[in-house]
């Protein structure tokens, strides 16, 4: 059976690669010890390094990490994983990366023999958890296989988005959407409130209507409304992941003007609430423009 290396376990990568844990040896490697420790208490081996994954004779490595820039780093540097790894390996990136970088990473790996595909998620870590998370692959056909054996370990849900940068380009396009519908509902929220709508009700309303959708049936319930504004996701990924997004449509000459006015949004939220914070605290920027308290609405209604 395939032994796996796995870099990169945070909120994301661990959940993903606890998923594999069940079916495959990992090596696994994160700056953050104790993230790999949690991970070692589980079963998996650690390595000392991305040098270390490289030598563990893992053929397949997966990378989560937060940009393009980290993943050329463990992959390219001194200590990199091709200073180590087999030729004939394949690395599978996980991260939501940057299309550009990842073909060219892709093409400066063929002359040691190396493949990369570019393979991130959509659904969230509790998609993750739960094993129903949407992974889009970019690569070549026989690569989409090879990566989909392994990859049911972890969701049913596996799409050949196309050649190599295609999943990078399509989970773009998807966070860009996604944090569209995030704004606009998170507006909505907040006038709903002020109205004398109960918060809940809202959720419920939105979640069987024209506007239903992820954001309206899990994260206003799950997060907002209760005030457990902690998804697991971070402000600062989410304005990245605009930045590519945005960046990709100047490339392409396709106009993206609600993408961009998001990644306005997401600036401001930024600058206004810091860059360590969770995105579900983006719904403080539209409650304090509103003078609404949600969570404290939602309350009053059960009084
Ligand atoms: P986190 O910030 O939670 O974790 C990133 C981990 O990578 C940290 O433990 C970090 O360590 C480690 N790391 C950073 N640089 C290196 C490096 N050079 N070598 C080894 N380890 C490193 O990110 P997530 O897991 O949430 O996200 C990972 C990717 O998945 C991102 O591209 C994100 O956009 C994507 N994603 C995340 C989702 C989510 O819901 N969280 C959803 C879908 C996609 P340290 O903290 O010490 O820097």
């Known amino acids: 059976m395939t032994d796996i290396g796995f870099i990169g376990l945070g909120n ?18 994160d700056l953050n010890r104790s993230a790999v420790e949690v991970l070692v208490d589980e079963g998996a081996i650690a390595a000392d390094g991305p040098d270390g994954v490289g030598a563990s004779g893992a053929d397949f490595i997966i990378t989560c990490l937060p940009t393009s820039a980290q993943v050329d780093e463990v992959i390219f540097s001194s200590n990199g994983l091709v200073s180590t790894i087999s030729s004939g390996a394949l690395i599978a990136d996980m991260t939501t990366g940057d299309p550009m970088l990842t073909k060219n990473m892709a093409a400066r790996l063929v002359k040691n023999g190396i493949d990369l595909i570019d393979a991130p998620v959509s659904g969230g870590v509790a998609g993750a958890e739960a094993g129903t998370i949407a992974i889009m692959i970019g690569g070549p056909a026989q690569l989409f296989e090879k990566a989909k054996s392994v990859f049911e370990a972890i969701s049913p849900n596996i799409f050949h988005a196309g050649e190599v940068g295609a ?11 996604s944090s569209c519908i995030r704004l606009a509902t998170f507006e909505g929220l907040a006038l709903a409130t ?5 918060p809940i009700r809202f959720a419920e309303i939105l ?30 990924l989410m304005h990245k992941d605009l930045m590519l997004a945005t960046k990709l449509g100047q490339d392409m000459k396709a106009p ?28 403080k920027i539209f409650e304090r423009a509103a003078g609404v308290d949600i969570c404290e609405a939602q309350q009053s209604f059960q009084r």
């Open 12 to 29: 994301m990568g661990g959940a993903l690669a606890r998923r594999l844990l069940k079916d495959f040896t990992l090596y696994v490697w």
């Open 256 to 283: 993206l003007t609600t993408g961009n006015y998001a990644r306005e949004v997401f600036q401001m939220a930024l600058n206004e609430l810091g860059e360590d914070v969770d995105i579900s605290q983006i719904i």
């Open 207 to 236: 979640a069987k209507g024209s506007a239903r959708g992820y954001i309206a049936d899990t994260t206003l319930p799950t997060h907002i409304i209760p005030g457990r504004l902690e998804q697991g996701f971070g402000l600062a």
């Open 167 to 177: 999943g990078h380009s399509m989970k773009l396009i998807n966070n860009m959407i």
């Open 194 to 198: 002020k109205v004398g709508i109960e």
